[in-house]
């Protein structure tokens, strides 16, 4: 098993930025897609970005393309999301999450929460406009 704990959150004005962060231990080895999804509330947790196993191919929700950048340094056990330009609807809790399955691909469009298997707890994100 794999334990995800992320980091970087917090209150930020609409324009600012913030780097998450996504601590991986234990069975890291078996980790292939990580992503990163959010959820506000009274809403469904949705897709913010994904990343492949050797930290090459990525793919980003439409709402958070061009601002938001999805990296991983596999030495480091480390996801990190770079957010950019904030906006208030940014504002939500922030996951991450892991996939075992060395098939899902990566760039087949907005990934699903069912395609992965363990997840952080969570941090908030909260952009005041």
């Known amino acids: 098993q794999v334990q995800l704990v992320e980091s970087g959150g917090g209150l930020v004005q609409a324009g600012g930025s913030l780097r998450l962060s996504c601590a991986t231990s234990?069975?890291?080895?078996?980790?292939?897609?990580m992503g990163w999804f959010r959820q506000a509330p009274g809403e469904e947790r949705e897709f913010v970005a994904a990343?492949?196993?050797?930290?090459?191919?990525?793919n980003y929700a439409d709402s958070v393309k061009g601002r938001f950048t999805i990296s991983r340094d596999n030495a480091k056990n480390t996801m990190y999301l770079q957010m950019n330009s904030l906006k208030s609807e940014d504002t939500a809790v922030y996951y991450c999450?892991?996939?075992?399955?060395?098939?899902?691909?990566?760039?087949?469009?907005?990934?699903?929460?069912?395609?992965?298997?363990?997840w952080g707890q969570g941090t908030q994100v909260t952009v005041s406009s």
């Open positions: 999450a892991g996939s075992y399955d060395p098939l899902l691909r990566v760039a087949r469009g907005p990934l699903r929460v069912t395609d992965f298997s363990s």
């Open positions: 990343i492949d196993r050797n930290g090459i191919i990525t």
């Open positions: 234990g069975r890291t080895f078996s980790i292939y897609t």
